[in-house]
């Protein structure tokens, strides 16, 4: 399989961190990190108010910005939800659907996420996709059938066009903030189940044009291991990403 058809993502997900002003300034400092850095795509995945400022300080720089979720519906009485429409006039180009936190403690399940993924796409925004098994389905030996299930649940119904606009992350629930790392090993494997499931759904051409990121305590020190294996396309940042010097060590890494 050659990877270098594909293109490396790397990305940052604040989660819930920084006010507008502190992104204003942590956007600002990454792009003059990551100026001229253009052996992958940069993206960062902020909170909903701080989108207008992390756009305005992103602008003209090959940084790009995200959101970190999206309701399904166009529009209507669904308070606190933000649409795709709303999302993509604001600026943002990705928006991450799926994570393990939405899904672990905001009810987000593989039919939601079908369903964000659909309404995003639908709009034009380019979606994030994660997944990925928690402890005990590692522990019990059930990791490739837990993913290519939700690769499976989350995809339905997408069309081999709508599947470019999509980025898969996978992510082990047991990895994230917790500073366990999968190894490069583990990381590719999955990725590569992941890939497979792809193949199977639709074609080997559109899986091996497919970018799956792996994301769990990647950073500085483990993101060049990482990203040398075939299956694993770039990676989902949490925590590094919110300090511009660490997160472009991992950009660098990219290259
Ligand atoms: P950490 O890098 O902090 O483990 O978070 C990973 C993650 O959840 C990215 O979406």
Same mark, same amino acid.
């Given at each position: 399989?050659? $990877?270098?058809? #594909?293109?490396?993502?790397? &990305?940052? *997900?604040?989660?819930?961190?920084?006010?507008?002003?502190? @992104? $204003?300034?942590?956007?600002?400092?990454?792009?003059?990190?990551?100026?001229?850095?253009?052996?992958?795509?940069?993206?960062?995945?902020?909170?909903?108010?701080?989108?207008?400022?992390?756009?305005?300080?992103?602008?003209?720089?090959?940084?790009?910005?995200?959101?970190? *979720?999206?309701?399904?519906? @166009?529009? /209507? @009485?669904?308070? /606190?939800?933000?649409?795709?429409?709303?999302?993509?006039?604001?600026?943002?180009?990705?928006?991450?659907?799926?994570? %393990?936190?939405?899904?672990?403690?905001?009810?987000?399940?593989?039919?939601?996420? *079908?369903? #964000?993924?659909?309404?995003?796409?639908?709009?034009?925004?380019?979606?994030?996709?994660?997944?990925?098994?928690?402890?005990?389905? #590692?522990?019990?030996?059930?990791? %490739?059938?837990?993913? %290519?299930?939700?690769?499976?649940? =989350?995809?339905?119904?997408?069309?081999? =066009?709508?599947?470019?606009?999509?980025?898969?992350? !996978?992510?082990?629930?047991?990895?994230?903030?917790?500073?366990?790392?999968?190894?490069?090993?583990? &990381?590719?494997?999955?990725?590569?189940?992941? #890939?497979?499931?792809?193949?199977?759904? !639709?074609?080997?051409?559109?899986? =091996? @044009?497919?970018?799956?990121? !792996?994301?769990?305590?990647?950073?500085?020190?483990?993101?060049?291991?990482?990203?040398?294996?075939?299956?694993?396309?770039?990676?989902?940042?949490? /925590?590094?990403?919110?300090?511009?010097?660490?997160?472009?060590?991992?950009?660098?890494?990219?290259?």
């Amino acid at each position: 399989m050659d $990877k270098s058809k #594909r293109k490396v993502v790397i &990305a940052g *997900n604040w989660k819930m961190n920084m006010t507008p002003s502190e @992104a $204003k300034a942590a956007v600002a400092e990454t792009a003059k990190l990551v100026e001229g850095k253009t052996g992958c795509e940069v993206i960062l995945c902020v909170p909903f108010v701080d989108i207008a400022s992390a756009v305005e300080a992103a602008k003209g720089t090959n940084v790009k910005i995200g959101a970190q *979720n999206v309701h399904f519906e @166009a529009k /209507g @009485a669904f308070t /606190g939800e933000i649409s795709a429409a709303m999302l993509l006039e604001t600026g943002v180009e990705y928006v991450i659907i799926g994570h %393990s936190e939405r899904r672990q403690y905001f009810g987000e399940t593989d039919e939601t996420v *079908n369903k #964000r993924t659909k309404a995003a796409l639908a709009a034009g925004l380019k979606v994030i996709l994660c997944l990925g098994e928690v402890l005990e389905q #590692r522990q019990s030996g059930i990791t %490739s059938e837990i993913v %290519s299930m939700q690769t499976k649940l =989350d995809l339905a119904g997408l069309t081999a =066009d709508e599947m470019k606009n999509v980025i898969i992350a !996978y992510e082990p629930v047991w990895a994230i903030g917790t500073g366990l790392t999968a190894t490069p090993d583990q &990381a590719d494997e999955v990725c590569g189940i992941i #890939r497979e499931t792809i193949a199977g759904l !639709y074609t080997k051409e559109l899986a =091996d @044009a497919t970018v799956i990121q !792996y994301g769990g305590s990647m950073n500085d020190g483990n993101a060049a291991e990482l990203l040398s294996k075939v299956n694993v396309d770039g990676g989902l940042i949490g /925590g590094a990403s919110l300090v511009p010097a660490k997160f472009s060590k991992i950009v660098d890494a990219a290259q």
